[in-house]
């Protein structure tokens, strides 16, 4: 579904990635972790079509990316960004933000689109004239995700969708995510710093690290910790919580 | 930990007044400190802050604060004059707040600001100060320390930025830190290491620590003592060790809710919440 190879973007002078090659099969789920400025959002940016120079091949469902992305992609394919607060309009209602992608693809009969996104993300009809602040944070990352989910995508780019939530919020979101990919079939890629959220929600997962792939796993073999790379090695204890004599063995990466 | 208490809190309530009505944000936590490491969890709005920030009197000005005890040391926290505010807050106790970046100031480079915190609190002339100032950059664990020194806050990443701020809160040798989510918006990596620091000043400066944070796991790991809040109660109080072994159902329920990476890719539990817990 989406087959991304030998890519490599720039910001200026900024190298920011390197010979990224990533392959996800239609229905699948590919995680991507690594340290904060390793390149992740930048890998989703990109194929969105919101980074300008960069090389190398993209292509989702057989079709290969030009410079600029057509409205036909953005059916296809949504992103639901990092910060939940920064990409909801804040003057605008939770109706009025779901309906405008409606109008822009000119898809019509949005009153019932807007309902069925909702009821998609669990939300009643009551939220629908809220705005919002008028939100919980899970709330409105669950109006993100309706969002996305309003144009029928079949793919979803889902950078760190539950990293500003608490734990009993972000279990119902992953679990609202996994559930639609269930249903709908949908395709996703999906960027966390948390390994044990990749690990939960995706069957292949790539650690990034200074803007390259530097090692691939299995949800499984996460699950068994048999990773190789130094840095993967170092990724792993830290998930595993605070210890005095592990941290002392960290090497910084910058 | 040694048994010496350095503060007590009893029965402490914080109450906003907001147009629509008041806010009950903390409601009768009560706890002892020793020199130790104590962990405060719960969600978001369950009354970490508000309760970290009553402690060191920085309630909003719409907010009211009432404790039958709030005690440090030989001083009494509920009966302060801002004269006498002044030698606690900041030189006995300090708060390393949620949002570092909007706590350094962004048009002095980070050098001066170290210098100049550091003056404040120590009489010494411009060339003792910087020597000190690199010191506090080491101590933290920059590796370039001169560098960070004569570089603005925004040119620092999150992790460093947030360093900077601990080194600064070093300088008058305080001797209760209250960190309020000190590394939530920080790489697995850097968030350890931070931590590493906090760790290293209560062992080796005798300091006491009040970590604030929502991540159960790395609580557990980290602190000695920890307390769950909901809902502005404390609803369970127990060693950070036994917390996988708590009995209170909110505590309970928020371990479940973290994924785990066994492989098992099917529906996490979610919290049922009951309105009893809210009631302790
Ligand atoms: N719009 C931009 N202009 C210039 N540089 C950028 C821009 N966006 C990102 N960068 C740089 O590109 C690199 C990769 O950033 P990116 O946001 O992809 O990292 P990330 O892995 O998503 O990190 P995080 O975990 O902190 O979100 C970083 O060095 C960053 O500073
Ligand atoms: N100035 C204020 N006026 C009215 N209500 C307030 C004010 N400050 C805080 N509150 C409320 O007090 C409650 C407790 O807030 P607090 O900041 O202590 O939560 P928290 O546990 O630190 O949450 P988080 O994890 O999101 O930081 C919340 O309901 C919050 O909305
Ligand atoms: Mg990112
Ligand atoms: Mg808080």
């Known amino acids: 579904m989406i087959e991304i190879s030998k890519l490599n973007a720039w910001f200026d002078d900024n190298h920011v990635l390197k010979d990224v090659d990533i392959s996800v099969p239609a229905n699948g789920s590919f995680g991507l972790v690594g340290e904060s400025g390793s390149g992740k959002s930048t890998v989703l940016r990109t194929v969105t079509g919101l980074v300008d120079d960069w090389e190398g091949t993209i292509t989702v469902k057989g079709k290969k990316l030009g410079p600029k992305r057509d409205k036909d992609f953005y059916r296809l394919a949504q992103m639901v960004f990092q910060d939940p607060f920064g990409s909801l309009h804040p003057r605008h209602t939770i109706d009025r933000i779901l309906t405008e992608p409606v109008n822009i693809h000119g898809l019509g009969n949005s009153d019932a689109r807007v309902v069925e996104a909702l009821t998609q993300v669990g939300l009643d009809n009551a939220f629908r004239f809220r705005y919002p602040h008028q939100l919980s944070g899970g709330q409105r990352q669950r109006v993100a995700i309706a969002r996305a989910l309003i144009l029928e995508p079949k793919i979803l780019l889902l950078d760190e969708p539950t990293s500003a939530l608490d734990v009993s919020i972000q279990a119902e979101v992953l679990n609202l995510l996994g559930r639609l990919r269930r249903d709908l079939g949908l395709t996703y890629i999906m960027v966390s710093h948390d390994l044990a959220v990749v690990a939960h929600m995706c069957d292949d997962i790539a650690i990034m690290n200074h803007g390259r792939i530097v090692e691939r796993a299995t949800a499984e073999q996460l699950a068994e910790g048999t990773l190789e790379h130094p840095y993967s090695q170092q990724l792993y204890k830290a998930a595993g919580g605070y210890d005095r004599a592990v941290v002392d063995t960290f090497v910084d990466w910058d | ?280």
């Open chain 2, 1 to 280: 930990m040694s048994s010496e208490t350095l503060l007590t809190v009893k029965n402490l309530e914080v109450t906003f007044n907001t147009p629509k009505g008041k806010v009950h944000a903390v409601r009768g936590v009560s706890f002892d400190l020793g020199r130790e490491r104590l962990g405060i969890v719960g969600e978001s709005g369950s009354g970490k802050s508000q309760t970290g920030r009553a402690i060191l009197g920085l309630t909003a000005a719409n907010g009211a604060i009432t404790a039958d005890k709030m005690q440090f040391r030989d001083v009494d926290l509920a009966n302060l004059t801002p004269k006498q505010w002044r030698k606690v807050r900041g030189a006995r106790i300090s708060m390393i707040m949620q949002d570092p970046k909007y706590s350094l100031n962004p048009v002095m480079t980070i050098g001066d600001q170290i210098i100049e915190a550091y003056r404040e609190h120590h009489k010494v002339n411009a060339k003792e100060a910087r020597l000190r100032a690199l010191e506090m950059l080491e101590a933290v664990k920059i590796r370039d320390p001169e560098r960070v020194f004569n570089s603005y806050p925004h040119e620092t990443s999150g992790g460093m930025g947030q360093r900077v701020m601990i080194a600064m809160m070093l300088i008058p040798d305080p001797e209760l830190i209250i960190a309020d989510e000190p590394t939530s918006a920080l790489d697995v990596t850097v968030q350890l290491q931070v931590m590493a620091i906090l760790d290293d000043l209560v062992r080796d400066r005798g300091m006491a620590l009040i970590f604030i944070s929502h991540d159960l796991q790395l609580i557990s790991s980290f602190c000695d003592r920890v307390l769950v809040m909901y809902q502005g109660h404390v609803v369970e109080e127990l060693r950070a060790s036994e917390l996988h072994n708590a009995k209170h159902p909110y505590t309970k329920g928020l371990l479940n809710c973290l994924p785990k990476m066994d492989g098992d890719h099917s529906d996490l539990p979610t919290l049922e919440r009951e309105a009893s817990w809210a009631e302790g």
